[in-house]
């Protein structure tokens, strides 16, 4: 990697992000890469840049590439965060994101702030 993807009829950028890392999460890697202003949007033909990129082999290697494990139930949205690494670092568990964002009351799971203060649900 990098490689070059030409889209299939059919594909999402979640899919192709599940072909290439294992993880749809990283569909965002492939929207930045290839400068899409509107990630939502490709078509069959279109060419995409399919970066390298270095992900830990454990989850604790993770964990700790993300920014350490959140310990508390609050937790402050810092630059580059998303639901998915916030989750990974509190759980262990990028799907947890959605419990966050129930939890929270996000009208859009997808747009949170830097200085947003999330409230971290533990059972």
């Not at 990098?2 to 999402?12: D, F, L, N, R």
């Not at 490709?42 to 840049?49: A, V």
């Not at 509190?90 to 009351?105: F, L, P, Q, S």
């Amino acid at each position: 990697m990098p490689v070059e993807h030409t889209v299939a009829e059919g594909e999402h950028l979640w899919k192709i992000a599940q072909r290439y890392y294992n993880d749809g999460y990283k569909w965002v890697k492939i929207a930045q890469a290839n400068n899409l202003s509107n990630p939502n949007f490709i078509y069959p033909g279109q060419k995409l840049t399919i970066p390298k990129i270095e992900v830990p082999e454990t989850l604790e290697g993770q964990i700790e590439a993300l920014g350490g494990k959140i310990e508390g139930d609050e937790y402050t949205v810092q630059k580059g965060d998303d639901l998915c690494k916030i989750a990974i670092r509190a759980y262990g568990d990028c799907t947890k994101g959605w419990e966050i964002a129930r939890v929270n009351h996000l009208a859009n799971p997808h747009l949170i702030h830097p200085g947003n203060v999330l409230k971290i649900p533990r059972d």
